[in-house]
Nanobody, 121 residues
Framework: QVQLVESGGGLVQPGGSLRLSCAAS????????MAWYRQAPGKQRELVAI???????NYADSVKGRFTISRDNAKNTVYLQMNSLKPEDTAVYYC???????????????WGQGTQVTVSS
């Protein structure tokens, strides 16, 4: 059973920083992309940042220059370093990854359970 488990959310003041982590576990043959999405109350889920297996990255315009996505392939873990946080960054952050389970020939998109990030004074 493949799982994605996030950690690192919390309450932070505007201008502060947080680091989110997401670890994939289970019988995994390979991982393609890894990404972070977020969903604010009353809004659609949106892509925040994505990183390919080769390390290429892409970011939403709203977080460019403030957020950095990275991954540790040996640990099957993706990180999101969030700096200069703003109240509008408040949302539930979800980890997403394209994973090929052991014994499978297909990649499937997996989601974490979400972690709350609240930016408020």
């Amino acid at each position: 059973q493949v799982q994605l488990v996030e950690s690192g959310g919390g309450l932070v003041q505007p201008g502060g920083s947080l680091r989110l982590s997401c670890a994939a576990s289970g019988s995994i043959a390979s991982i393609n992309h890894m990404a972070w999405y977020r969903q604010a109350p009353g809004k659609q889920r949106e892509l925040v940042a994505i990183i390919t297996s080769g390390g290429s990255t892409n970011y939403a315009d709203s977080v460019k220059g403030r957020f950095t996505i990275s991954r540790d392939n040996a640990k099957n873990t993706v990180y999101l370093q969030m700096n200069s946080l703003k109240p509008e960054d408040t949302a539930v952050y979800y980890c997403n990854a394209g994973i090929r389970p052991s014994g499978s020939t297909y990649y499937t998109a997996y989601w974490g359970q979400g972690t709350q990030v609240t930016v408020s004074s």
